[in-house]
């Protein structure tokens, strides 16, 4: 029995869970309906596409600006000379008091040392979080329905013995009610049997009850009748293993706060780059009056006065003192980081223990399962030998019937320990960052 048991933990220490999306098509159907018809996660992705136009918000700061600008403006008093002429003193004024400007006006960032390219690569980081946020709700609702899939079969399985139970203490108390009458029997074992025949009806109902209620929940989140999902399952005991290893790059968890470490990082660079000079460069195109001074008032011809003009030029600005604005936003991004880390290395802690636990539960049910299952088969033997003897007269029906529910409560247990390897494998699943569906 030892050498049996430690052949158990050798082969189980060799594979770990993961169960195949093949196994069962309804629930994997199930899964992928319910995430088609969720609002919640629509909702969700639409935050993939907000990040999306942000980062091409971005972007645009690097291409070029092109407005148009118009203007009138009056001046009082502009600069005037008086001298003499033939006619008398003339006043010649150089500035009109009416000033009249339009132009288009192009800018562009030349070059800035690489500061627009940090903060596109932040915005497509923060999506990139954004994205490993949504899947993990995504991934959390699938296993949500993974386990109220497999409690319903569990619930189902248990309510079919029950059900049959319910029927031989039916039969049990009918029997006794005859003995009863015939003396053979005392009326206080008809009250106790009549006691337990209640007890087990209470039962199938609080168990009918919890399955109507589960499979409500589930036509909640489908947004349609969910009944068709949830074939009954004949057993839980296929388990299926895979691997011993706890995969961390494959946790959603982790990536989460891997993907929030890489955006502190890239808030790092963007503080530090935050005195950095940038060269632009402008350029206009318009037209604007003022080019023909005033003679005594007189304003000149249109075509005289009114001018295209252009300007070209280079602009370098550099910040000087921003009252350590950057060097603060650098420590606070600095003790974000740390923060992170700190997470991150809780989280793994968490995981490996999750990890270890989950795996000796399942190692602890696969030795129940085993062991229970020859229980069961000593009961089947063990009723085939009360078949015989009641045939032949040596028990009554009673005795008969008890063994049979021995029978069915051994292959309950069975069936539990065949579910519990179940939920034991969509935890190891989750915990490695598997999908089922």
């Not at 409500?216 to 989140?221: A, C, G, N, P, R």
């Amino acid at each position: 029995m030892r050498k049996y048991n430690l052949f158990i933990l050798l082969a189980f220490a060799l594979v770990s869970v993961q169960v195949n999306a093949q196994e069962n098509k309804e629930l994997s159907s199930l899964i992928h309906d319910i995430f088609n018809y969720s609002p919640n996660l629509k909702s969700q992705k639409n935050l993939l596409k907000i990040g999306e136009y942000k980062t091409q918000i971005q972007e645009s700061y690097a291409k070029p600006i092109l407005g148009a600008e118009i203007g009138i403006s009056r001046v009082d008093p502009v600069s005037k000379a008086s001298f003499a002429s033939p006619n008398g003193t003339s006043v010649l004024q150089f500035q009109p008091n009416m000033n009249y400007n339009s132009q288009f006006v192009l800018s562009q960032t030349l070059y800035d040392w690489g500061k627009n390219a940090l903060a596109i690569e932040k915005t497509r980081l923060e999506n990139s979080l954004t994205k490993a946020q949504v899947e993990q709700q995504e991934y959390n609702l699938g296993y949500q329905i993974a386990n109220l899939y497999y409690q319903i079969q569990y619930l189902n399985k248990v309510l079919e013995v029950q059900k049959t139970q319910q029927s031989r203490l039916e039969n049990q108390y009918n029997t006794i009610t005859k003995q009863v009458k015939l003396g053979a029997a005392l009326e206080y074992d008809q009250i106790s049997q009549q006691v337990r025949v209640q007890n087990q009806l209470i039962k199938i109902i609080e168990i009918e009850s919890q399955i109507k209620q589960l499979t409500d929940y589930l036509s909640t989140i489908l947004g349609q009748n969910a009944a068709p999902y949830l074939k009954i399952v004949t057993s839980f005991n296929q388990p299926n293993f895979d691997s011993n290893q706890l995969q961390m790059s494959s946790n959603l968890e982790i990536e989460q706060l891997s993907a929030q470490e890489a955006i502190t990082k890239k808030e790092i660079e963007l503080a530090q780059s935050a005195n950095l000079p940038s060269i632009s460069g402008i350029a206009t195109l318009g037209v604007r009056n003022g080019y023909v001074p005033r003679i005594n008032g007189e304003a000149p011809d249109f075509s005289d006065d009114f001018k295209v003009n252009s300007m070209i030029g280079l602009k370098l600005n550099i910040p000087i003192y921003s009252g350590k604005r950057g060097s603060t936003q650098t420590n606070i991004a600095k003790i974000q980081q740390e923060r992170i880390q700190l997470q991150l290395q809780d989280t793994q802690e968490k995981l490996n223990n999750s990890f270890a636990q989950t795996k000796n539960n399942l190692q602890t049910n696969v030795q129940k399962f085993e062991s229970q299952k020859k229980v069961v088969e000593q009961s089947k033997y063990a009723l085939k030998l009360a078949e015989i003897k009641y045939k032949e007269g040596f028990i009554r029906k009673i005795e008969l019937d008890q063994i049979q529910n021995t029978l069915e409560e051994s292959e309950l247990l069975f069936t539990q320990y065949g579910y519990l390897i179940k939920v034991n494998q969509l935890a190891l699943s989750k915990i490695q960052g598997l999908k089922i569906w």
